[in-house]
C-alpha cells in the first residue's frame, strides 16, 4: 500500500488529482499548514512490538516532537477484531475540528484523512512510516476503514482536551468512504 493525497473540489468527488510522491505531498500538506513526514525505525520492530518497544523505536523522533511542546503521547493498536470498532469506525467519520493538534505517527497499518480546505477535499492515504499534525482547528474527518488495522503514536497537547467538534455538515457523506 502506498502514501497517496487525492485532490478533489468540495462538491465533486469525482474531479481528482492523484499526487503519490512524498515530497509533492508534504509541500502541499505544508501549503495548508498541516505537517506531513516519514519516520525511520531506529531500532528494528516486531509485528507484535509492546508500546514501550514502540516507543524505543522510534525515540529520537519522538523526542524532537515533543520538544515542540506538547504534554503526552501514547501508541495505541487497532485490529478487526478490537472491541466496539464499528463505533470506532464512526466516531470520526463526520466532518469535525479540535481544539487540539491531531497527531499521528503510523507504525503500521493504514487510515485515511480528508482535510477540508479551500474549496477543496484532501484525502490523504496515510501508511507505515507517515508522520501527519493537523493543526488545531482544521476541518477534517478520518475514516479506519471496515477492517481497521493500524498501530500509531499519538501525540497530545492535552489528553483531557482531545474531543471533536462537529460542524454539523454532511459533506463527508459525499465522498468516497476508505474500503
Ligand atoms: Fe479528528
New binding site residues.
Given amino acids: 500500500m502506498q502514501t497517496s493525497l487525492t485532490i478533489c473540489v468540495e462538491d465533486n468527488p469525482q474531479a481528482k488529482e492523484v499526487l503519490t510522491d512524498f515530497q509533492k505531498i508534504a509541500e502541499l500538506l505544508k501549503s495548508l499548514g498541516i505537517g506531513f513526514e516519514r519516520w525511520e525505525t531506529e531500532a528494528p520492530l516486531s509485528d507484535t512490538a509492546s508500546p514501550a518497544e514502540v516507543q524505543a523505536a522510534y525515540k529520537s523522533s519522538i523526542d524532537r516532537i515533543m520538544q515542540q511542546g506538547y504534554k503526552a503521547f501514547d501508541v495505541v493498536s487497532i485490529h478487526p477484531s478490537s472491541p466496539n470498532i464499528e463505533e470506532a469506525r464512526k466516531k470520526?467519520l463526520g466532518e469535525?475540528?479540535?481544539t487540539e493538534d491531531?497527531v499521528r505517527f503510523f507504525v503500521d497499518g493504514s487510515g485515511m484523512f480528508y482535510v477540508h480546505a479551500v474549496g477543496k477535499v484532501f484525502m490523504l492515504l496515510c501508511t507505515k512510516g507517515d508522520f501527519i499534525n493537523?493543526p488545531a482547528g482544521t476541518t477534517?474527518?478520518?475514516d479506519m476503514g471496515p477492517k481497521p488495522f493500524f498501530k500509531a503514536i499519538r501525540v497530545f497537547n492535552n489528553p483531557e482536551g482531545w474531543v471533536?467538534k462537529f460542524t454539523g455538515s454532511d459533506i463527508s457523506d459525499k465522498f468516497p468512504k476508505y474500503e
Fill in positions: 470520526f469535525h475540528i479540535h491531531e493537523l477534517h474527518w478520518f471533536g
